[in-house]
């Protein structure tokens, strides 16, 4: 089954009176019939082991999955000494976190290039994943999907094919598949529903095991010769990409990921729409 859901609170929720995550489920559930919401650790992971449990148990009666998003601060491509253990507290702590709530699927940034060469980066990555790999067996933590999340800046890391290799490094492992930020990487490549049926193959034939616990986030973005430049909503008509393309495409693959809107400033209301566009095709 697939399940569509906004990230964050969208402002509407704090508008209509709600202060707490805990009340999320049920709104999401009974205002917008969604079944999904990521929870933003992305200033830190802060929430109590208490109202983490509490999210757990409304998700749980409203039928909503929560996946969460980890912190920014986390640049595994920063050379300097102490980022792969700093890297490593924040996912550890944010799936402590999410496993409260119930949730499994952790999306994760992993860093820019900044001064090095791109290989010498990707290398430096890879080495520290392989770290992060004994830390999560150390910590017993088995089941959870760490997907690291396709970046819309050239100068983030990584690309969809960097990002499929590191998912292979091991079975936790998985990609947050950003459309909107391949869509800025392939400067407006994302049309229609082959050039979507050519990504979700790439990933297929590359994860063959995985490409259907695949997490994705849509949201249509602004871009430039750079890359990413804003979230849009799905008002715009100029940039993309076209979710319709992508719901066929998933369906002709009878692919049920779940699928995290990023619209600026409304999420869950794009999620809704997003949800009633997929049930119509
Ligand atoms: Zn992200």
């Not at 998700?59 to 912190?71: D, L, Q, R």
């Not at 910590?139 to 292979?168: H, P, R, T, W």
């Not at 930020?181 to 407006?188: D, I, Y």
């Amino acid at each position: 089954m697939v399940r569509i859901g906004p990230s964050g609170i969208d402002p509407l929720f704090i508008e209509e009176g709600h202060v707490n995550y805990i009340e999320m489920p049920k709104w999401l559930h009974e205002k917008f019939g969604l079944n999904l919401g990521e929870y933003p650790f992305t200033h830190g992971v802060m929430v109590s082991d208490e109202i983490a449990t509490k999210i757990g148990e409304e998700s749980k009666k409203y039928n909503i999955e929560i996946t969460a998003h980890a912190p920014f601060y986390i640049n595994y491509g920063n050379p300097e000494a102490g980022f792969d253990y700093k890297g490593n507290a924040y996912i550890i702590s944010s799936l402590k976190k999410l496993a409260l709530m119930g949730g499994k699927k952790l999306c994760i940034h992993l860093g820019s290039q900044g001064k090095l060469e791109r290989i010498d980066v990707l290398k430096l990555i890879k080495d520290r994943l392989k770290k992060l790999i004994k830390v999560l067996d150390e910590n017993k933590i088995n089941d959870v999907i760490l997907c690291f999340e396709v970046m819309g800046k050239y100068s983030q890391i990584g690309n969809l094919e960097e990002i499929v290799e590191f998912a292979k490094l091991d079975k936790r492992f998985n990609l947050t598949l950003d459309v909107g930020h391949l869509n800025c990487l392939m400067q407006g490549g994302l049309k229609t529903q082959e050039d979507f049926l050519k990504v979700f193959k790439y990933i297929k034939e590359n994860l063959p095991d995985k490409y259907n616990d695949m997490h994705i986030h849509y949201s249509k973005i602004m871009f430039n010769a750079k890359g990413e430049m804003k979230h849009l909503t799905l008002e715009d008509s100029e940039y993309g990409p076209d979710f319709e393309g992508m719901a066929k495409a998933l369906k002709k693959l009878n692919m049920a990921p779940t699928i995290v809107c990023e619209s600026k400033n409304k999420m869950a209301q794009d999620a809704y729409e997003l949800k009633n566009i997929w049930n119509k095709l």
